[in-house]
């Protein structure tokens, strides 16, 4: 195995927000913008707006713990409602296409 191969596997899967079902839920509630949405979660509008982001924009962040928990305790879970995992170690991962990107699932 070549050093490159395993550098690649010892990658890990990166957390994403399921941005469709995060703003279906939102809607829901009757939040209608960034800013009211950051608001009703605690988290800044700005942070928000870069976790919405394609991974691939220069400005995205990826959401961290304090998001994910103030995501999950203001909307409620599961988890896999509004986060999923991306990566390229996903070998023991089933993966589901999704609007919000690739969903993965454990098998």
């Known amino acids: 195995m070549s050093q490159n191969s395993t550098a690649s596997q010892l990658e890990h899967p990166v ?3 399921n ?3 995060f703003m ?3 809607i ?3 939040l209608r ?3 009211q949405i950051a608001a009703k979660i605690g988290v800044s509008a700005t942070q928000l707006w870069r976790v919405k982001l394609p991974p691939d924009h220069p400005h995205y962040n990826a959401p961290g713990p304090v ?3 103030k995501v999950l305790n203001t909307f409620g879970g599961p988890f896999e409602k509004f986060f999923f ?3 390229s170690d996903t070998s023991s991962y089933q993966k589901k296409k999704n609007d ?3 969903k993965i699932n454990e098998v």
């Open 100 to 102: 919000g990107g690739v």
């Open 24 to 26: 279906k839920t939102a």
């Open 19 to 21: 941005v469709k079902e």
């Open 33 to 35: 913008n960034d800013t």
């Open 67 to 69: 998001f994910i928990a």
């Open 28 to 30: 829901d509630l009757n």
């Open 85 to 87: 995992l991306e990566g």
């Open 15 to 17: 957390i994403r927000l």
